[in-house]
């Protein structure tokens, strides 16, 4: 990032980070999306108390549906919901874009669904 970047992005406090809640889930169900404009996957995650919820992800160039299913993952389950052509989602996946496509946010060691980012 150059120093223009780092600039760009305001500190923020920490009830700033606390309004976002990003929380641990387990992936139950994966779809093609053919819809989508680039490569995609329909998720479905179970994050326990917050229940199921679903999201298209731009990771079908490194993840196959079966190396998703069963994953824990992270997200973000209080952002509005969104269209995405014929498809609702509900959460965003984390990961981070790199050249071959998007690393998704690995979890060291298992945690119960639903449990947040401190």
Do not use: C
Request: net charge negative; hydrophobic share 45%.
């Amino acid at each position: 990032m150059s120093e223009t970047q780092v600039q760009d992005h305001a500190e923020i406090s920490w009830a700033d980070f606390e309004k976002v809640l990003i929380v641990a889930g387990t992936v139950t169900r994966v779809e093609p999306f053919p819809e989508a404009r680039k490569p995609a996957w329909k998720v479905w995650v179970d994050f326990g108390p917050f229940g199921e919820r679903k999201t298209s992800a731009q990771i079908a160039a490194l993840y196959r549906a079966e190396d998703l299913l069963g994953r824990q993952i992270v997200g973000v389950i209080n952002f509005p919901e969104k269209q995405i052509g014929p498809f609702r989602s509900q959460f965003l996946l984390t990961g981070f874009p790199t050249e071959e496509g998007v690393v998704v946010t690995a979890i060291e060691r298992a945690v119960p669904n639903g449990t947040r980012l401190a």
